[in-house]
Every structure is written in C-alpha cells, then in structure tokens.
C-alpha cells in the first residue's frame, strides 16, 4: 500500500482540492502552490513504477511542445497501452492517456490550464480506470451546473448562449470562466465514496 491510497492522505488532498476550488472560484484560477506539487507528486509516482512514458506525455504537456506533436503523442500512448498489456496493470495506461487527453482539451479549449494541471496530477497520483472516470464525471457535471448557475434561462447548447452574445462564436468559455477545480473536487470526492463502498 502506498501512501497514496493512506486514508490521511486522500483527505489532505480532498481538502487541497476543496481550498483549490475556493481559490478556483473567487479569482477563476487554481493556485500553483496546490498544483505544482501535486504534479510532482503524482510524476514521482510514475516515476517510482517506471512509467516513464507517463512522465514524458506529462512533459511535453507542461511544456507545450508542438514539434511532431501526432507522433510523439501516438508514440507515447502506444508505449503506456504497451506496458499496460505487458504488466496486465491498467496505471501504465491511464496516466499517459489522461495526460494526453487533457493537454488536447486544453488546446482545444474545454479546460483551462490550472484545472488541467489538478485533473492531471490526480489522475497520476491514482492512475486507476474508477478515479479518472470520477474526475471526469464530476468535472463534467459541475461544468452543467455552472452553465445553469451562469446562464439560468438560456439553453445549454453552446449555439444557444453565443446567440444570445453570452459566449463567443466559438463556443468556448474563455471570457467567463468556469471554475473547474469545484469539479475535479467533486470528482475527487466521488471516486473516495466509491472506493469506500
């Protein structure tokens, strides 16, 4: 058992995450001094299992490195995917493909750089299928709630708010924020209840 899985230690992080949140929501970014060593936490852990590609994925994510990004990124996946198979342990590939998926969202968009960071670190802290579906779910269901919360009576289609000028063309939440670290919490949170259950 690592300490990762200590009852103590999944509450100080569900606690960091809930102060996260907070943060989150009163300035609409997530404070470095609660992500960054997360980060590092999570990539030691990597690190200590000898999940080197997750490390790598997770490198090339902070660094924003574009240079042969469809190989590199294939490269890497297929590497997390390899040793999964090899080890018969799902956390080779589920870091390396979080990683991956989140710095594409964020390209892209749908996450901003802070809750990506938090989602990240988690889901290498705890690289197992049920904590990154939690993570994803609970970012995904505060994302609904803070359209409703945000934009009471407008539909909750992107097409619908930018028409009614709430949101850019686009369709992203760029202008507004949305404070995705109450999600990664909730996420978080979840992923505790069940493991518990």
């Not at 990762?4 to 609409?28: E, H, K, M, N, Q």
């Not at 889901?123 to 009471?152: D, N, Q, S």
Request: hydrophobic letters at 55%; proline letters at 5%; one cysteine or more.
């Amino acid at each position: 058992m690592s300490i990762a899985d200590s009852g103590w230690f999944r509450g100080v992080l569900l606690a960091l995450l809930g102060l996260a949140a907070i943060w989150d929501f009163r300035t609409r970014r997530v404070p470095p001094a609660v992500s960054v060593p997360l980060l590092a936490l999570g990539a030691g852990r990597c690190l200590a299992e000898g999940n080197v590609p997750a490390v790598l994925a997770l490198s090339l994510a902070l660094w924003n490195v574009r240079r042969g990004e469809p190989w590199t990124h294939g490269a890497l996946a297929l590497a997390g995917l390899g040793l999964s198979a090899a080890t018969g342990r799902a956390s080779f590939a589920v870091p390396v493909l979080l990683v991956l998926a989140v710095y594409r969202m964020w390209r892209s968009g749908w996450i901003g750089g802070g809750d990506g960071k938090l989602m990240m670190a988690v889901g290498m802290i705890h690289p197992e299928p049920g904590a990154v579906l939690a993570l994803a779910g609970g970012w995904f269901l505060w994302g609904l709630v803070w359209l409703v919360i945000r934009y009471r009576r407008a539909a909750l289609t992107a097409a619908a708010l930018s028409a009614a000028g709430q949101l850019r063309p686009s369709g992203t939440l760029d202008e507004a924020g949305v404070p995705g670290a109450a999600g990664i919490a909730l996420g978080y949170a979840i992923f505790l209840i069940g493991s518990a259950l």
